[in-house]
C-alpha cells in the first residue's frame, strides 16, 4: 500500500475548513482539538466505568462474521465495567461498536459542543466507539455515506483512509460497505492480495484529544495501539445525488446482502469473496498493462 501523511493543524477556521478539506474531500488531523472540551480533561476509561459500569453492552472482536448469523452479531454481553476491567488489565481484541451517547449515558452530551466548521451535524446520533491494545475494526465504509469528526480518548490509534477510487485495489465486496475480511491491513499479504499494493491512501496517528476528519464514503482502518474510545459525530450527506446512493445503501443494498446472507449463509460469504477477488485481478492487470 502507498500510504501518505494527513495534513495536520492544531487550529482552523471555517472558510479554511471548507475550502481546503470539507468541499475538496480531503482528510484532515486537528490535534488537542477537545481541549476546548470538558471532555478532554474528563473523558477517560475510568470515568466511562465510573458513569456507565452497570450497563450491559454487546461486544466484539477480531474475529470474521460468523457466515451462519447477521454481521451485525456481537460475540459476547458483559456489563461495562468488566469490559473496561479486561482492556485496561491486559492486551486484548475485545471492542464496543456504536454506543449512542444520547440513549445511553446523555449526560456526557454537556461535555463536548459541535464544531463550528460548516457542517450540519446530525445530533441525535452522537456515538462511542470503544477498543482494547489488540482491537481493529474491518476495512470498511460507512453505509450512510456521511461526513464526520472522529474525536480520540485514552491511548494510541491508527487510522488508514482511502477514497472510493482505491474500490477494487481493496478487494471491496460486492453487496457490501467493506472488503474481505481475512486481509490484515497491519501486515498485508501482497503474494495473496497483490492489488493492495497500489492502493493510495493516508496514515493517521491519534492521540489523546485528537479530531479526525473523515469524508463520506472514505474507507476507513481503525487498530487500537493502546485501549481508549473515540467519540463520532457525523453529518448527513448534502447533495441530491449523495443523499440517493446513501437510501440505495442503506435501504436496498444492506438489506437485499442481508437477504441473501441468511438464506444461503457461508455460501454466500463465499460467492461475494470470490467475485471481489475477480474483481481487483482484473484491475490490477490493467495497471500492470500501464
Do not use: C
Not at 470538558?38 to 458513569?51: Q, T
Not at 479486561?86 to 486484548?92: E, L, M, T
Amino acid at each position: 500500500m502507498i500510504l501518505n501523511p494527513v495534513d495536520i493543524v492544531e487550529h482552523i477556521n471555517k472558510e479554511d475548513f471548507q475550502k481546503k478539506y470539507f468541499k475538496p474531500h480531503k482528510p484532515l488531523l486537528i490535534k488537542g482539538f477537545a481541549k476546548q472540551w470538558g471532555a478532554y480533561e474528563k473523558w477517560n476509561l475510568d470515568y466511562i466505568r465510573e458513569k456507565a459500569g452497570e450497563q450491559v453492552v454487546p461486544i466484539y472482536d477480531n474475529k470474521p462474521a460468523d457466515a451462519n448469523k447477521s454481521s451485525d452479531t456481537p460475540a459476547t454481553k458483559m456489563k461495562m465495567k468488566d469490559y473496561i476491567d479486561i482492556i485496561k488489565s491486559k492486551p486484548s481484541d475485545l471492542r464496543i461498536f456504536f454506543y449512542i451517547i444520547t440513549d445511553k449515558l446523555p449526560e456526557l452530551l454537556k461535555d463536548f459542543s459541535y464544531p463550528d466548521l460548516g457542517m450540519k451535524f446530525f445530533k441525535r446520533l452522537p456515538t462511542l466507539f470503544f477498543g482494547g491494545s489488540e482491537a481493529h475494526v474491518l476495512m470498511h465504509y460507512d453505509v450512510d455515506l456521511g461526513d464526520f469528526f472522529h474525536v480520540h480518548f485514552g491511548g494510541k490509534k491508527r487510522i488508514l483512509l482511502f477514497d472510493q477510487k482505491q474500490n477494487e485495489l481493496l478487494y471491496k465486496v460486492p453487496l457490501s460497505v467493506h472488503t474481505i475480511e481475512e486481509i490484515d491491513y497491519d501486515n498485508p499479504d501482497y503474494e495473496k492480495y497483490p492489488a493492495l499494493k497500489y492502493a493510495t491512501g493516508t496514515e493517521i496517528l491519534m492521540e489523546h484529544g485528537d479530531a479526525l476528519f473523515i469524508p463520506g464514503a472514505f474507507w476507513h482502518y481503525n487498530r487500537y495501539l493502546e485501549p481508549g474510545f473515540s467519540l463520532s459525530i457525523r453529518a448527513l450527506p448534502n447533495r441530491p445525488s449523495k443523499f440517493l446512493s446513501m437510501l440505495y445503501h442503506v435501504f436496498i443494498m444492506r438489506y437485499t446482502d442481508k437477504l441473501m446472507r441468511k438464506i444461503f449463509k457461508a455460501k454466500w460469504v463465499k460467492y461475494k469473496e470470490e467475485w471481489a477477488y475477480r474483481k481487483s485481478s482484473k484491475a490490477l492487470a490493467k495497471l500492470e498493462k500501464k
